[in-house]
């Protein structure tokens, strides 16, 4: 059975984090991430990609393993290296490597996060470079950043680089139609049109689109049923506003 809540989880997580979650679950996510994101969207992009990367089960939103119980920040394969006071130096990335140089004591992997990324010192980022080229089979690298130019380019390149914005612009609601309109209707992109719609109703407060917002639900529930993609389609193309 759907539950409402997990719609509403589901529709709040952008579609690139989900594609992460199934990238970690399937083994095929890379162990160096540089992820660009907002200062406030990360802390949520941190939690729920941790969490799936130590989940010793399923990765689930309604797993009860040790890990997920135990929650992301109390987890002992879990770290984060921050800036004392401004930058992050040298020895807190030596430390955070040698923590890793044992196996995970719970979980399949382990995970540090540089959080700003930005603010690792250059001595610290060229000790972290080599770590970066063959890093243990265990081990997942999270650099979060708002500004990936201003690390240096051989740690970028090292990395995989995943972008989250923001789907605001007018631009993005043009193209998401068009993909409404002839491609799949699958339920990731009725997610992303979710996201979508719910940040043009917080701009707006326009009814029209609270109407599209509680259609999308709809829809996503029917796909969810199996239902039918084309009447599912037709019934979101109706209410979605053309302005």
């Known amino acids: 059975m759907f539950s409402m809540s997990t719609v509403m989880r ?5 579609s ?5 979650i199934r990238l970690v679950r399937s083994r095929q996510l890379a162990q160096a991430l540089l992820i660009s994101a ?6 949520d992009i ?10 010793e089960e399923t990765g689930g939103d309604n797993c009860r393993c040790r890990s997920c119980a135990a929650g992301v920040n109390s987890h002992p394969d879990y770290s984060e290296c921050l800036p004392s006071p401004r930058t992050i130096g040298k020895e807190a990335v030596s430390a955070a490597v040698a923590g890793l140089a044992s196996g995970p004591l719970w979980a399949p992997m382990k995970v540090v996060v540089f959080r700003p990324a930005e603010a690792l010192s250059r001595e ?20 979060l950043t708002q500004n990936p130019e201003a690390i240096i380019a051989t ?12 789907a605001t612009a007018d631009a993005d609601g043009i193209d998401l139609w068009q993909q409404l ?32 917002w509680e259609t999308v639900q709809d829809v996503y529930r029917q ?8 009447l599912a389609r037709a019934q979101l193309l109706r209410v979605w506003p053309r302005r």
């Open 46 to 55: 941190v939690a729920k990609l941790a969490r799936a990367m130590l989940c």
């Open 10 to 14: 589901n529709f709040e997580m952008s």
């Open 124 to 143: 610290a980022e060229t000790f972290l470079l080599k770590h970066l080229e063959e890093p243990p089979p265990y081990v997942y690298y999270l650099l």
């Open 16 to 20: 690139q984090l989900q594609d992460m």
């Open 223 to 230: 796909l969810e049923a199996n239902g039918n993609e084309e």
């Open 181 to 212: 309109q002839s491609e799949p209707l699958t339920t990731d992109r009725v997610e992303q049109a979710a996201y979508w719609v719910r940040q043009r109703y917080r701009q707006t407060q326009s009814l029209a689109w609270l109407r599209a």
């Open 155 to 166: 740690i970028r390149s090292r990395c995989q680089h995943w972008r989250f914005t923001a």
């Open 38 to 43: 907002k200062s406030d969207q990360q802390t």
